[in-house]
């Protein structure tokens, strides 16, 4: 198998910054999806767009684009070994000797296909398909996430998705056998208590500019806005739980074999846009052609003439696709080449950078509260992975064990 090529210390800046680019362009443009009239646009109740499943469908379209990355690569391969060109070295993008705190994490003259020598893929043959399973949480997860994001501004789904760490943390734990130290049990608590302000922010403080949820959602007695915001960040959250699982599984496919983490990428995009669409279909037989789920998100034949119809919804779900390829390409061209520092405030800068357009656009208000919620998120997350040390002496450890050594990444 050939290598998967490492970018050089100086194309580093630029895919960092495309990666971020196109992770703020994700949730950026399915919000803007989401905003979307589609029917009675004139009338007292205007429909938006409201087709998670769809949505979720066009982000494995974006991940099967990885394939063609495959593909180049392949022919590059194919044209240096016609030319007798010279084989590929791994470029170190390492400018000193190791002596920085950070350079444990860096492995840049490792390619993306592994650290080191591994025993027989489990992945041979047939059992490729086992790379359906983490599809599969990928998109209850991804489904559950869009649906939330109905409820709540960019911002807050933005932030909300912080309590991943929450679920590694407990799921390495139980099922990858990893050791959590006294402070990091600490740190989920308090990425727990970051995320419930952010939520509770929303709920006090709920903007009205925002595309509402579906209809059906309806309150008695209580504040509408704020149990739409309740309800969204609560599926958002619970959505980290299958995020977090597919993690692991990932974790535990690429201990096991050499594939390119690319490779998985694509696979889990052709595997997760087949279980999709078959799930579709079976949802508009069972729910979406009957009288209560017609013109709902189960309603197939209605979410595909929206997508066609309609050209900002289709615009958008192009721009999305190719966003989400994007995003995966860069990242993983990235993930072994910087520092875990880096990665963590890249995140944070993802989040920062959504929080401000969607503020500039209109889409939410500013809320102090909010402020509060995320400091403690980014501040919990980066103690959780040792990026900053804990307060109290009692608390530090020499070294903090990297839970995830394989560094899966966020697909969207």
Known sequence: MAPTIIPARAVIPFLVGMMLL?????????????????????????????????????MFVGEMGCWL??????????????????????????DNDGTTPDDASIRSTTALNGSGPKSESVLHGWKVTLLALPAICDI??????????????ASIYQMTRGALVLFVGLFSVVFLHRKLHLFQWLSLVGVVTGVAIVGLAGAIQPDKKHAAGPESIEAAGIDESALRVLI??????????FTASQFVLEEWILERSPIEPIRVVGWEGLFGFVVTLLGMVVLHLAVGRTPAGR????????????????????????????????????????????????RSTIDTCRTLFIWIVSLGLGWETFKWLQVVGFALLVYFTFLFNGIVQPPLEFLRVKEVEELLPEEPIEHN
């Open 232 to 241: 969204g960040v609560l599926m958002i959250a619970g959505a980290q739980i």
């Open 295 to 342: 013109y709902g998100p189960f309603d197939m034949v209605e979410g595909w003439r929206q997508f066609w119809e309609y050209r900002p919804v289709f615009i958008s779900s192009i721009l999305i696709m190719i966003s989400i390829g994007g995003f995966n390409f860069f990242g993983l061209s990235v993930t072994r080449s910087v520092s875990a520092t880096s």
């Open 69 to 94: 990355v495959v593909g180049l690569l392949k022919l590059r391969e194919r044209y240096i070994s016609k030319t007798g060109g010279p084989s590929y070295q791994p470029v170190n993008t390492s």
């Open 140 to 153: 209850c997860g991804t489904t559950l996430m869009n649906t939330g994001l109905l409820f709540v501004v």
């Open 22 to 58: 196109t992770g703020v362009c994700n949730t950026l443009l399915t919000k803007y999806q989401d905003n979307q009239c589609v029917r009675d646009c004139d009338g007292p109740k205007p429909k938006h767009f409201e087709q998670p499943v769809i949505q979720t469908l066009q």
